[in-house]
């Protein structure tokens, strides 16, 4: 349940296409801003359109949404656009190109992580710093772990404690927690004596550290364990929705998946059970539509619960720009919401 540590975060990055748990995993995407000056077509062009990972020949590359490759494969490595950025290896090194695909930021990070309030994470002889959307290091590597920026503050770990820095990397929370995740909705969960509770950004504990898990607050809620089961509870501390689950995750669209038993189903903020827990494996809902798993293959419903693409993949996420990442026989597509392939694993 503690899927922010910086560990996981990356764990995640190194296993490239696919999440241990599918649905962290979503079809890289990004969204460019069209330039069309006449004194630059003789320069490689943005493309206009959402740009999706590929592999082929071991090779990462890019398509469009309509399946014609746009950066041909060609990086060890590559993930998601995010702010014209996508980071890719190339000889065990990590940079980054944009979205013709040129070398922006040269490959010369051990680690390198996505764009976050306008910087990035990157890892150089071993200490974490950030750098800004040129590649100068604007946070001088020197964090014995860290997490990316988010609500203007990032995690860092100092001396073996967890504290938060500005973007001038000044610590405007002293290390002292013994983990800390990043600030949503104005509240971060933060760990003492093996108990997870939540600040705000002053430092000041907002709820009290007596929970043995705890996720990011989303829509007002956060789910938390107590004992051997998972609830939520609002942004005071208040339980309102009674720890009653074998698992649970974020409210994302007003539903938010939850686990009985062996299955999986999803709930209202109210608790309310609105799709039943039936399935082996699910998604969170992204653009209407949530992967499940059906008796080993993955289908889609919506969120009424109806299936609209019928079980028949090996594996299959979330979909992204009305493009989902689906894995038959070990191969990867993308397939549109009429359950239509417009790259076809084949490939």
């Known amino acids: 349940m503690q899927r922010y540590i910086s560990l996981l975060v990356c764990l995640s990055m190194i296993n490239g296409m696919i999440s241990t748990h599918p649905q962290q995993a979503q079809a890289s995407s990004i969204t460019a801003e069209q330039k069309l000056s006449p004194n630059q077509l003789s320069k490689p062009q943005r493309v206009t359109t959402p740009l999706f990972r590929i592999v082929k020949n071991g090779k990462y590359g890019f398509i469009d949404k309509t399946g014609k490759i746009v950066i041909k494969p060609q990086f060890d490595l590559a993930w998601g ?34 764009f976050s309030n306008g910087l ?10 950030y750098i800004n959307p040129s590649g100068k290091l604007v946070i001088q590597p020197q964090f014995e772990e860290a997490l990316a920026f988010n609500n203007g503050l990032a995690a860092v770990k100092v001396d073996g404690k967890w504290g938060f820095i500005d973007f001038s990397g000044k610590l405007v929370i002293q290390p002292k927690y013994d983990q800390a995740l990043h600030f949503h909705e104005g509240l971060a969960a933060v760990k003492i004596n093996n108990r997870w509770g939540y600040i ?13 898990e705890t996720l990011a607050f989303s829509q007002g809620l956060a789910a938390v364990k107590i004992g051997s089961k998972y609830g939520y509870m609002n942004t005071t501390g208040k339980i309102v929705v009674p720890p009653e689950f ?33 399935f082996d494996r699910v998604t969170k809902f992204s653009e209407g539509l949530a992967a499940v798993k059906v008796k080993n293959k993955y289908g889609y419903i919506d ?24 894995y038959i026989d070990g191969k990867a597509g993308y397939i549109n919401k009429a359950g239509e392939f417009i790259w076809n694993p084949s490939n």
Do not use: C, H
């Open 81 to 114: 656009f995010v702010d014209e950025r996508s980071q890719i290896k190339i000889n065990d090194k990590y940079g980054y190109i944009d979205t013709t695909g040129r070398q922006i930021i040269p490959p010369q990070f051990r680690l390198a992580f996505a």
């Open 120 to 129: 990035a994470l990157v890892v150089t002889n071993y200490e974490y710093g």
């Open 200 to 212: 705000n950004s002053q430092d000041n504990i907002v709820i009290q550290p007596e929970f043995d």
């Open 246 to 278: 074998d698992d649970a995750w974020e409210f994302t669209f007003n539903l938010a998946v939850v686990k009985i038993g062996e299955k999986w189903g999803y709930i209202n903020p109210r608790g309310e059970m609105v799709i039943a827990p039936e």
């Open 303 to 326: 969120p009424q619960g109806k299936m609209v693409i019928q079980p028949q993949f090996d594996l299959a996420l979330s979909f992204t720009n009305e493009l989902a990442l689906v």
